[in-house]
């Protein structure tokens, strides 16, 4: 059974980081792999995404501030997350798709996680 379960949330300073695991069991990992996040009363936003052959894509919000990344062999994908701002506290989902290079869009994403808090605040 294809299962995500994403790890490293927690509260930081604003200017902190955080590094959040993406870690897949289940399936063979070869899915482009996407980070979205939610804040209550507000629609899920895409924040990155990687393909399957290692190629990214960040939006606007967090572009230059987040680094995505893969590694195959461990089935986990990571989100570096430098110079957090408070706009960026959101539960981080991460999701599979099984297009080689998804977007940003959460209808290509067919498998999700559970979702970690992510909290900046001082």
């Known amino acids: 059974q294809l299962r995500l379960v994403e790890s490293g949330g927690g509260l930081v300073q604003p200017g902190g980081s955080l590094r959040l695991s993406c870690t897949a069991s289940g399936f063979t990992f070869n899915y482009g792999i996407g980070w979205f996040r939610q804040v209550p009363g507000k629609e899920r936003e895409g924040v990155s995404r990687?393909?399957?052959?290692?190629?990214?894509y960040y939006a606007d919000s967090v572009k230059g501030r987040f680094t995505i990344s893969r590694d195959n062999a461990k089935n986990t994908v990571v989100l570096q997350m430098n110079s957090l701002k408070p706009e960026d506290t959101a539960v981080y989902y991460c999701a599979a798709s099984t297009r080689s290079g998804p977007g940003l869009e959460q209808h290509e994403y067919a498998y999700w996680g559970p979702g970690t808090q992510v909290t900046v605040s001082s």
């Open positions: 990687i393909s399957r052959g290692g190629s990214t």
